[in-house]
């Protein structure tokens, strides 16, 4: 747990090194089925893609990752997403129905709706509720984050719209959008955007 925080802390706080990690090997990053001592590591992980679904802007996912390293999706709802992330549904990417949340020092479950900032810069549809403004400052291309931003999703394992973020990572990201810091950061990186990269826009190479 004090590895899994540390992460966190790292991810968080210091921000300003990301820029200069892209193309890096990130294998620094615990996994939930890392552990050597393990006989039987997990194959089943939680995630999510930031790519529309039927009922949400992002979609949610239970992963499980075959021997020869290709996945099986199970696709879920926000709340089914949540309920097993926070323990109180059992399933296979949590079957000892630990409190995801907690264990990265998460404090507000909600930090799930806020996913759709990373990627927009408005709430894309209309609506009668007042939502938030996103996070990308994308001027160019609003639906997207822009090239700068992708490098720092890139640390979670997301460098294009349609990459699975699932395991640790998947927490870890949500750990920092709490962060204040964090996301001033994000939003700021953007600044100075250059046109958006075509292969990071939406395309069909992540199949349910």
């Known amino acids: 747990m004090k590895k899994i925080l540390l992460l966190i802390v790292c991810l968080c706080i210091g921000f300003n090194g990301f820029a200069q990690y892209e193309g890096e090997d990130d294998g620094g990053f615990a996994t939930f089925g890392d552990d050597d001592n393990s006989p039987d590591p997990l194959r089943d992980f939680l995630g999510f893609v ?3 679904g039927s009922n949400d802007l992002v979609r949610f996912y239970e992963v499980h990752v075959n021997d020869d390293s290709t996945m099986k999706y199970t696709q879920l709802t926000m709340d089914g997403f949540v309920n097993r992330a926070a323990g109180r549904e059992r ?3 949590n079957p000892t129905k630990d409190d995801f949340f907690r264990n990265f020092g998460i404090k507000d479950y909600n930090i799930v709706s806020k996913l759709w900032q990373l990627r927009y810069k ?3 549809y209309f609506t009668q509720v007042q939502h938030e403004p996103g996070w990308s400052n994308n001027d160019e291309y609003p639906e997207l984050p822009s090239p700068q931003q992708f490098a720092i999703l890139k640390q979670f394992g997301i460098e294009r719209l349609s ?3 699932y395991g640790d990572k998947c927490f870890m990201l949500l750990a920092c959008m709490e962060n204040p810091e964090w996301v ?3 939003k700021g990186s953007a600044m100075t955007t250059p046109s958006a990269d075509p292969q990071n826009g939406e ?3 992540f199949v349910d």
């Open 184 to 186: 001033n950061r994000y």
């Open 163 to 165: 990459s699975i973020c």
């Open 50 to 52: 930031l790519l529309p």
């Open 122 to 124: 408005e709430y894309p």
């Open 203 to 205: 395309d069909n190479t």
């Open 91 to 93: 399933s296979a990417a």
